[in-house]
């Protein structure tokens, strides 16, 4: 899975770029799998991308068209999928979603994630233990009703407390 | 298709609502590439010359390049061009962040607005659906909260916003507009154009994705200069302290200005350091789109936090008007953040004021009252308040530098700092002298950026000698050869500015070239852009500014600097006993650029 050093990312959307680029040779926010999310108020700058959470929401699809792979990344079968929108709704931190009418997540892509490279800041890691889940439970049940822009938003500002009480306790004590 | 750029040029008539969205012609792109050239050229063509800058004719204009928003690194930036309200000349100015990306993945290489809504609107462009919104809910609101509100009620966080604050609204001369809370379009009053039009922000949303013509060689050009970057003997110190690294370095070379520029020499630059800031500050990096020197700075102090500040606006706020608290500093560079006021120019009429009272050719009752003894905190606050509302004093303020001291004449007009009634930026051209020649010569008036000849700072001898065959470019304090330094400079800035991108990475660490452009530029969109046809495109933007300009009624008497940097040499520092030699340096400028004696283009 992917893993962030929140205190390092500047919020640059490398990763963004060549996520989009090196998946479809075209460059957008869009088609990208990670997104970056900026709770500019707070100054802080969240790399968001699919935890492969051990509930394993997305998978929950009705045409049974999302798979866990090897790395544990998710595998949406193009053949399968009616673009019904589920995986998205199911997903409590925004990191599955439709743009023109293919779910887009994290593949990691095979196991060299083009993100990690793009980052000159060192803010982003690949680790390969599968077994090491994340937990999304606590962010479900206020994420239901929310689109995935928002749920992106929500879980960054939550997830980045803790850091920017460190700012707090380091720079006004 | 048309590689590279969004494909479509937007055209908005505020006053009826009117909108139309035609194709991007690549013909006409290949004569002005982008960004500021297709700006300035626009308004070239268009705009009525005589109008008042902040009449429904004038024009409001937002460019970005064939490249923004793709791989390439630093390729952020935005322009914005109107007729200034400030110098009533041409007027641009261009912010980094994060807008320029979107608007081009929003399918737009520009948009050019016209007239004025009837009450305060913002304008919502989400892919080919724009739309004029009621904007009365946030008039009053500064930036930072215009820009939330904007998102939350467009339930989208992704949604760019460039906002003006109330400074804008009240027609402050030198207003600015911010993309991203602290990306700041300033200088040339746009803020002020904005709010002349009711406009109170422009939001933007791009689902689309952009195409280059050829991927792989132009990935492996974009790779090619990301390893430039990251390799430059530079990339450490401006990663950590972004331009705020020349506050120590100017200060080195005895040209940081000092109580208005009276000194080039700070004895507590210490205490007001990039240094500093970084070392109790500062909290983590910023950066804007896609780029990897991350050289902006985000900082927490024990009353505000907020982004940057780059060195223009920590200069102004702390040597040049006295002030060596650098916590004040850093709360000012957010006020005026969050209101929308340009650093330099309300610094400069700061100044203005100290150094008049200092020579006792003003009071304390010239303005109500307020103490404008060097470094006077609570004086400044208080002021700026004043200037944003338009309050008393700050009425007279918030019209500039230039107009204040007509206003007072008393011999107060030696005493300000500007060229074509653009305010002068901070770096005294005494210790530089290629940059007085750009300060004299820009075509937007007293800034370096229409050049930014950062190349005669860096001493590299025999790359002075390799590319212009005089060693004597690459020594600050020679006058030789400037004039052939800035007109290549010159170019290369209109280059990175049609390319919309960074200046600290095209110009001031020396990366691009017209060679490695012209190869970005076909491998990006695919149309023919040889270097000649880039130079040829160049030297007709700068012809077309200047014509402009005359037509607006600028004359080789303004090409000059005020009287402080041609008659009064510095008096301590390295660079003791320098003026600049503005007259001998601008007729050999005209010369090497191909006008006449007067400065005016030659067909």
């Known amino acids: ?173 | 298709m048309l590689c590279g750029y969004g494909g479509h040029i937007l055209r908005v008539d505020l006053t009826s609502g009117w909108t139309h969205r035609e194709k991007t012609d690549p013909a006409y792109m290949l004569n002005v590439i982008g960004g500021r050239g297709l700006n300035s050229t626009r308004l070239y063509e268009e705009l009525q010359r005589d109008c008042d800058p902040l009449t429904p004719e004038n024009m409001l204009l937002i460019g970005v390049w064939p490249l923004t928003g793709t791989l390439l690194s630093a390729s952020a930036f935005m322009t914005i061009s109107g007729k200034s309200p400030p110098t009533g000349i041409l007027g641009d100015s261009a912010a980094g962040g994060f807008f320029g990306a979107e608007l081009k993945q929003a399918g737009y290489d520009q948009v050019l607005m016209t007239g004025r809504c009837q009450k305060p609107s913002y304008l919502y462009i989400a892919d080919d659906c724009i739309e004029i919104r009621d904007a009365s809910h946030l008039w009053g609101k500064d930036i930072w909260q215009t820009t939330a509100t904007i998102r939350k009620d467009l339930n989208d966080n992704a949604v760019q916003v460039a906002a003006i604050g109330p400074a804008g609204e009240n027609l402050v001369k030198y207003a600015t507009v911010a993309c991203n809370n602290s990306r700041m379009c300033g200088r040339t009053g746009m803020g002020c154009l904005f709010g002349s039009k009711h406009l109170k922000a422009v939001a933007v949303r791009g689902r689309g994705r952009l195409t280059v013509a050829d991927s792989l060689g132009y990935l492996n050009l974009c790779r090619e200069l990301d390893h430039k970057i990251m390799t430059h003997p530079e990339y450490e110190k401006r990663n950590s302290l972004g331009s705020t690294l020349l506050m120590t370095a100017l200060n080195g070379i005895g040209i940081l200005p000092t109580d208005h520029f009276q000194q080039g020499l700070c004895d507590y630059v210490d205490r007001v350091s990039g240094e500093t800031l970084a070392e109790k500050f500062k909290v983590k990096n910023k950066s804007c789109f896609n780029c990897n020197l991350h050289c902006s700075r985000y900082y927490l102090t024990g009353e505000v936090e907020a982004e940057g500040p780059e060195f223009e606006t920590l200069c102004s706020y702390t040597s040049r008007i006295g002030n060596n608290n650098l916590e004040f500093g850093l709360k000012m560079n957010a006020f005026l953040n969050r209101m929308g006021l340009d650093s330099l120019s309300s610094g400069e009429t700061i100044g203005w004021a100290m150094e008049c009272v200092q020579r006792g050719l003003l009071t304390k009752d010239d303005f109500d009252g307020l103490d404008f003894t060097w470094g006077n905190c609570q004086t400044i606050e208080k002021l700026l308040g004043m200037i944003i509302r338009r309050e008393g004093i700050g009425d007279l303020f918030a019209e500039g530098t230039r107009s204040l001291a007509r206003h007072f004449g008393k011999g107060s007009a030696e005493y300000a700092f500007h060229v074509k009634g653009l305010d002068m930026i901070c770096g005294d051209p005494r210790g530089i002298k290629a940059f007085g020649l750009t300060y004299a010569i820009a075509s937007r008036g007293g800034g370096h950026l229409r050049a930014e000849p950062f190349f005669e700072l860096t001493e590299r001898y025999d790359e002075a000698e390799r590319r212009w065959g005089m060693r004597d470019i690459a020594d600050r304090l020679s006058d030789n050869g400037k004039a052939i330094l800035v007109e290549h400079t010159e170019r290369q800035a209109l280059l990175t500015d049609c390319l919309t991108m960074c200046k600290n990475i095209g110009l001031s660490m020396d990366l691009l070239d017209f060679d490695f452009a012209s190869r970005l530029l076909t491998a990006g969109t695919g149309l023919k852009f040889t270097p000649e046809k880039v130079n040829e495109a160049l030297k007709g933007i700068i012809d077309r500014d200047r014509k402009m300009n005359i037509d607006f009624g600028v004359t080789a008497a303004q090409d000059t600097l005020p009287r402080r940097f041609t008659h009064e040499p510095l008096k301590e520092g390295a660079s003791k006993g320098q003026v600049v030699p503005v007259g001998r340096l601008v007729k050999e400028y005209y010369k090497a650029r191909g006008w006449d004696a007067q400065g005016v283009p030659q067909d």
Not at chain 1, 57 to 74: D, N, V
């Open chain 1, 1 to 173: 899975m992917i893993t962030l050093d929140l205190a390092r990312c500047s919020g640059c959307s490398r990763c963004e770029v060549n996520c989009s680029f090196f998946h479809s040779g075209k460059i957008g926010r869009s088609g990208a799998r990670i997104k970056v999310v900026k709770v500019e108020d707070i100054g802080i700058d969240y790399p968001l991308v699919c935890q492969q959470c051990s509930e394993c929401y997305c998978t929950r699809c009705p045409e049974k068209a999302i798979q866990i792979g090897s790395l544990g990344q998710i595998i949406v079968s193009p053949t399968l999928c009616t673009a019904c929108g589920t995986c998205e709704i199911l997903c409590p931190i925004g990191a599955i979603e439709l743009y023109e009418e293919i779910p887009l997540v994290c593949d990691l892509c095979g196991g060299d994630p083009r993100c990690i490279m793009a980052c000159t800041l060192d803010a982003i890691h690949y680790e390969c233990d599968v077994t090491a889940a994340v937990s999304l439970r606590e962010f479900k049940k206020a994420s239901r009703g929310l689109g995935p822009e928002e749920k992106r938003l929500r879980y960054a500002t939550i997830r980045s407390r803790e850091l920017r009480d460190s700012w707090a306790a380091g720079r006004r004590g």
